[in-house]
């Protein structure tokens, strides 16, 4: 493994960072977890209750970035993938995040932090699963 220097960012990799346990841990303060699968599902789902505070937060993944970009040049994207296979991917985590309870955010950020048994246990089958798909795909299925 060999690490592009032109664009390792510390500093603003840790700001941000920061700035995700920052908010997870207010939203905890306010009874919530900050996990992404959860709140957008109670935006579309049949769920009563509240839910200015889960377009608060939706609307904030996506007036941060373009926020930023005011102040800085945001990376240029490069997806690596077609169609189908970007569909077939959305699909799968999403199954994923209801057969799991949760998704990263909700198990890899909050849950761990709050020291949850079953977070630990979905975080390592997350990133089990993201080790072997890189295997199988980049060493496997590569031409």
């Given at each position: 493994m060999t690490?592009?220097?032109?664009?390792?960012?510390p500093g603003p990799a840790f700001a941000g960072g920061l700035l995700i346990g920052l908010a997870a841990a207010m939203l905890l303060?306010?009874?919530r977890i900050a996990g992404i699968s959860g709140i957008v599902g109670g935006l579309l789902g049949a769920r009563h209750g509240p839910r200015a505070?889960?377009?608060?937060?939706v609307a904030g993944l996506v007036v941060s970035p373009l926020a930023w970009g005011l102040l800085a040049p945001l990376p240029a994207l490069r997806i690596d993938a077609d169609v189908p296979t970007l569909v077939a991917a959305g699909l799968l985590v999403g199954v994923g995040t209801r057969y799991g309870a949760g998704c990263t955010s909700g198990h890899g950020v909050c849950g761990l932090s709050r020291l949850s048994l079953?977070?630990?246990?979905?975080?390592?089958?997350?990133?089990?699963?993201?080790?072997?798909?890189v295997f199988v795909a980049r060493h496997l299925l590569a031409a």
């Open positions: 690490v592009d220097w032109n664009v390792f960012t303060l306010c009874g505070w889960r377009l608060a937060f079953r977070s630990l246990v979905a975080t390592l089958c997350f990133m089990g699963a993201g080790f072997a798909t």
